[in-house]
């Protein structure tokens, strides 16, 4: 713009004079004046809309920075949240897991606790009844064969003694002679009681006791098959002493 001013002035000077000269280079410095402070301040106001621009995007930069790490914060508080909420859904779980297993092992320890207490009890009953039946079965048995033995020694005695009597005739004016068997029998066990045992000091009680065992067996056998009433009444009085013997021994 300076060359196409000089070369406007030089064509000035050259079509004017000296004094229109002068008057067109004041003009012309004015205009450059002007121009440069017009250039001055619209390279200021580009500055200053530079600088207001630079601030305006530091400040939406500021605000993004700002924005990004709100949303950082916000999408972490979720993640921790929902991994808090995981972990105590599974913690529950896993108690109320531990809970029902607890209570299904205590159930099964009481069912069984219980039908083993109604197995033994069961078992205890069905032993005291089986006990109680044999005890009640071996009585009657034990009565029974009690009841029959003495009946059948009842009998015996009964044919034995209708035998003597009938044998011997201990009838009509002979009947007190069936009663002298017995009082033989306590007269013979009374002289065996004083007599006996003091033989028994001297040659032996062991040899005393196995010898009137022996007799008193010979004597049993000798009443059976004695032929005559007064063999058996001596046998009687034998077997009462030596019964005598055993009894003390």
Same mark, same amino acid.
């Given at each position: 713009m300076y060359?196409?001013?000089?070369?406007?002035?030089?064509?000035?000077?050259s079509l004017c004079g000296?004094?229109?000269?002068?008057?067109?280079?004041?003009?012309?410095?004015?205009?450059?004046?002007?121009?440069?402070?017009?250039?001055?301040?619209?390279?200021?106001?580009?500055? $200053?809309s530079s600088s207001s621009s630079s601030s305006s995007r530091v400040v939406v930069? &500021? @605000? +993004? =920075? /700002? #924005?990004? !790490?709100? $949303?950082?914060?916000?999408?972490?508080?979720?993640?921790v949240v929902i991994?808090? &909420? @995981? +972990? =105590? /859904? #599974?913690? !529950?779980v896993v108690v109320v897991v531990i809970i029902i297993i607890v209570v299904v092992v205590v159930i099964i320890i009481i069912v069984v606790v219980v039908v083993a207490i109604i197995i033994i009890v069961v078992v205890v009953i069905v032993v005291v009844v089986v006990v109680v039946v044999v005890v009640v079965v071996v009585v009657v048995v034990v009565v029974v064969v009690v009841v029959v033995v003495v009946v059948v020694v009842i009998i015996i005695i009964v044919v034995v003694v209708v035998?003597?009597?009938?044998i011997w005739d201990l009838v009509c004016g002979s009947e007190t002679l069936?009663?002298?068997?017995?009082?033989?029998?306590?007269?013979?066990m009374m002289i065996g009681a004083m007599t006996l045992p003091q033989m028994g000091d001297r040659f032996g009680r062991r040899t005393l006791g196995i010898g009137?065992?022996?007799?008193?067996?010979?004597v049993s056998l000798g009443l059976v098959y004695a032929?005559?009433?007064?063999?058996?009444?001596?046998?009687?009085?034998?077997?009462?002493?030596f019964n005598q013997v055993s009894a003390k021994r």
């Open positions: 060359e196409t001013d000089c070369l406007f002035s030089g064509l000035k000077q000296p004094r229109e000269w002068l008057s067109c280079q004041a003009f012309l410095w004015v205009s450059n004046l002007s121009s440069r402070s017009s250039s001055s301040s619209s390279s200021s106001s580009s500055r $200053v930069e &500021i @605000v +993004v =920075v /700002v #924005v990004l !790490v709100v $949303v950082i914060i916000i999408i972490i508080v979720v993640v991994i808090v &909420i @995981v +972990v =105590v /859904v #599974v913690v !529950v035998d003597i009597i009938i069936g009663q002298l068997p017995q009082m033989l029998t306590m007269v013979g009137s065992q022996i007799c008193h067996l010979l032929p005559a009433f007064e063999l058996f009444l001596l046998l009687k009085f034998l077997s009462g002493a």
